[in-house]
């Protein structure tokens, strides 16, 4: 225990510094000059609880930029000095101007306490602050406090001691951030810092690189002796000019911008003012944004802007990257011969990469949607409206635009909706919304769900589409919960909701925005993705069919084939193999429409045809069933039994792990129909309704496990990137198909007690 306090009394011109200070000290003062200039000093001692506290009353000041000779001198004095506190006196019935000061000081890493001076103008006009609330959210301890009549200085003096006692935090507490470009630019200046050795001179390296990036001159000075000075400068430029590239901008305004954000949004959230003086544009603009009534209403529209934006904006060029693949693919299924390689670089290697990279115009077109919003401050606002609500759920306001991008409406990606949670500052709640953002309906479940409501509820496509958007969006709230309470439990940090004045975005910082996240996800997704489709490709086909089995089909075909060219009406025409071939030549090289030939053999091929093609979908269907994927469908049969999926449901859903429409293709061939393109979904629809054990029971129970079992490779991909963690990945994996076997088990299982959709 320090039993000589030092402390500095900081402030705006007239915010009351001088009459506290006298307050305290009384006749205990001395006055003279701050060394070599003509700025008076004022200095006195105290005692309280027979601690002595030595009190200095810095020069008045609106910042601590280096801009006066009064700045420079408060500045210089708390980073040389030294003292063991800094009294911050703030106006507080004109808080907006004077915390600016405040956060500052909070930047400079030196213990702090605020005293809100003035509290008796401030309640006069109608000013009502939670001090408390205020207080936890910036973490500095605040005293309301009236210096003409002495009122709160008892406060201040236990709030002095009581902070002077704690022991020096050992890792940078400060709550205001500036942004990710902003804090990358930062970390790399620090770093530089750090490697020279500045941490030993006790001042906060963070800080010192804020300024360095303001173009402070006076700190400029101070690095003079450090051993890597010309890399720090060559460092700071670089930064400097990156981010005036971005926000066209100078860094001094961003920065400025931050501040201001930082304080606007703490004062917004803690400060209720009765009738306001000055109004200005940003707040003006706030009065219709974020109007009670008007306000969710703008809200909506702009997300569902922003969605038909990423979405239908990005459809032209997502459709020319799939063309470009699936041109790629026939070059090469035509330049290979049949085989395994073929089937490695068309269906494993083009198929997988074609996936990740067919997903670019889309993230590049949410990224640019996030820019402007970000860009011109209106996230913040939508971070603001709605976080009273998502913060019930473990989230955070600005979870709403991911989740939205994921698929709460339905039709969105998981992808670019975890990829959006970029935005969000607060680690645990971008964490809860990247692991429930996959339970949402993505454009890839559709193609299934189509396929089923197809087939099983015919005439409810839109209410059932409805009800399962509903219900994804209780499941993620649900999930957000109940992760928030058990793994991830604990209080969240108590955070400032920014709310940065608005500003027209340039051009070129929406472009540099865009394109670096853009290829952040492309050097990321990319590498990895090859990998695991090529794996994926390998499961579902390896061992494949026995030999006996193989000769079981070819002899099946052989005999097919025999007898068709030993009927009477074909064997006129065609006498051997030989025949055969040329003549299906000409026919598949004529096109199916041009059949000129005698109308008994017409029927007779025709009918041949379809026998050979049902027969292949039967070795195709046994193929799958020989492969690993296949095996671990038919083991998984015993697993699956309460929720009733055979081996085929449960191959179509390893399928759909790859990517969730797979899941069709893969229940085609499962049910021996051959491939399926998106126009024959009627015919496998007409098929599952006739399998035995489906029923609209079983659809909607494999719905709503297709909906939430576990995200796709790409998604798990980009997750273990953005969380770093493999283990997050596998919970990821995990917790949302064990969600949903509980789901498809309860609903099978009502279904069945009370005897719906069993027929
Ligand atoms: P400084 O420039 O920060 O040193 O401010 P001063 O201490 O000189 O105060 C400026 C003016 O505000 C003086 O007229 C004070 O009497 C007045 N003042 C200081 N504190 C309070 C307060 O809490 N309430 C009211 N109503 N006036 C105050
Ligand atoms: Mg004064």
Not at 61 to 72: H, N, P, R, V
Not at 513 to 541: F, N
């Amino acid at each position: 225990m320090k039993k000589k306090i030092t402390v500095a009394l900081a402030g705006n011109p007239n915010a009351g510094k001088t009459t506290i200070f006298n307050a305290l000290t009384g006749a205990r003062q001395h006055v003279g000059n701050w060394p070599g200039v003509t700025v008076e000093k004022k200095e006195g001692t105290l005692k309280h609880n027979g601690r002595e506290i030595h009190i200095v009353d810095l020069p008045g000041t609106y910042s601590l930029t280096a801009f006066s000779l009064e700045e420079i001198i408060a500045r210089n004095f708390i980073v040389d000095s030294a003292p063991d506190l800094v009294v911050n006196v703030v106006d507080a019935s004109n808080l907006e101007r004077n915390l600016y000061l405040s956060v500052q000081l909070m930047e400079m890493g030196c213990k702090l306490v605020l005293a809100f001076n003035m509290i008796d103008v401030a309640r006069g006009r109608g000013i009502a602050i939670d001090e408390a609330h205020f207080s936890n959210l910036i973490g500095v301890p605040i005293i309301p406090t009236n210096g003409k009549k002495g009122a709160g200085l008892e406060s201040l003096l236990e709030a002095i001691v009581s902070e002077v006692d704690k022991p020096q935090p050992s890792e940078d507490l400060t709550r205001l951030t500036y942004g990710s470009e902003v804090e990358d630019e930062l970390l790399k200046i620090q770093n530089l810092l750090l490697q020279s050795g500045f941490s030993s001179e006790g001042i906060n390296t963070r800080w010192v690189s804020a300024k360095l990036i303001e173009g402070d001159t006076e700190i400029v000075k101070k690095i003079g002796s450090l051993e890597h000075r010309p890399k720090i400068l060559e460092q700071v430029a670089k930064s400097r000019s990156h981010l005036t590239n971005i926000f066209g901008d100078s860094p001094e305004i961003v920065l400025a911008d931050a501040r201001y954000g930082f304080i606007s949004g703490a004062i917004k959230q803690t400060v209720q003012i009765e009738r306001t003086d000055r109004v200005n544009l940003s707040e003006s603009i706030d009065k219709i944004l974020t109007n009670r009534l008007l306000g969710p209403l703008i809200l909506l529209l702009v997300l569902y802007c922003v969605y038909i934006f990423t979405f239908n904006g990005s459809a032209p060029l997502v459709k020319y990257f799939d063309s470009f693949f699936s041109w790629l693919g026939d070059i090469v299924s035509k330049i290979l011969p049949e085989g395994l390689l073929k089937s490695l670089i068309v269906s494993g290697m083009i198929k997988g990469v074609g996936g990740v990279l067919g997903f670019t115009p889309l993230i590049a077109f949410m990224f640019f949607a996030i820019a402007i919003l970000e860009d011109t401050g209106y996230m913040a606002r939508i971070a603001f409206m709605l976080d009273r609500v998502l913060r019930g759920f473990g989230l955070h306001g600005a979870s709403m635009l991911a989740l939205m991008v994921a698929g709460g409406i339905a039709g969105g990606c998981a992808v670019p909706g975890i990829m959006a949670t970029r935005t969000m500052k607060e680690p645990k709640e971008r964490l809860v919304t990247i692991l429930v953002a996959p339970l949402m309906n993505c454009g890839a479940k559709l193609p299934v769900y189509a396929l089923l409501i197809g087939a099983f509820f015919p005439g409810d496509r839109a209410s059932i589409m409805f009800l399962l958007t509903i219900i994804s969006w209780i499941m993620v709230l649900l999930a957000g919960r109940a992760i928030r309470s058990t793994v991830l439990s604990g209080p969240s940090a108590p955070f400032v909701l920014e709310l940065p004045p608005y500003r027209v975005p340039t051009f070129q910082g929406l472009v540099i925005h865009t394109w670096e996240r853009t290829w952040m996800y492309l050097k990321k997704a990319g590498t990895v993705i090859l990998a695991v489709s090529i794996l994926i490709w390998v499961l579902m086909t390896f061992p494949g069919p026995s030999p006996e089995q193989k000769a079981f089909f070819e002899e099946k075909q052989d005999k097919l084939t025999s007898n068709f060219l030993n009927d009477p009406a074909v064997g006129l025409v065609l006498k051997n193999q030989q025949d055969l071939k040329s003549f299906e030549d000409l026919q598949s090289a004529e096109g199916k429409d041009s059949l000129q030939i005698a109308a008994p053999l017409a029927s007779k091929y025709t009918q041949y045809k379809e026998d050979k093609l049902r027969l292949e979908n039967d070795e195709q269907s046994l193929k799958l069933k020989n492969t690993v994927a296949g095996r671990i469908g038919t083991y998984l049969v015993w697993v699956f039994k309460p929720i009733g999926f055979d081996w085929k449901t449960n191959v179509a859903l390893l399928g759909g792990f790859a990517a969730k429409e797979v899941v069709v293709s893969t229940l085609g061939t499962a049910y021996s129909m051959g491939s399926v393109e998106r126009e024959q979904y009627p015919s496998l629809s007409e098929q599952l309704k006739h399998e035995p054990g489906w029923n609209p029971l079983m659809a909607f129970t494999l719905i709503m496990f297709v909906m939430l079992y576990a995200p796709c490779v790409v998604t798990l991909v980009v997750i273990k990137r953005e969380t770093g963690k493999w283990r997050w990945m596998l919970f990821a994996m995990v917790y949302t198909t064990v969600l949903a076997y509980f789901v498809a088990f309860i609903v099978k299982t009502t279904g069945t007690l009370l005897g719906i959709g069993l027929t």
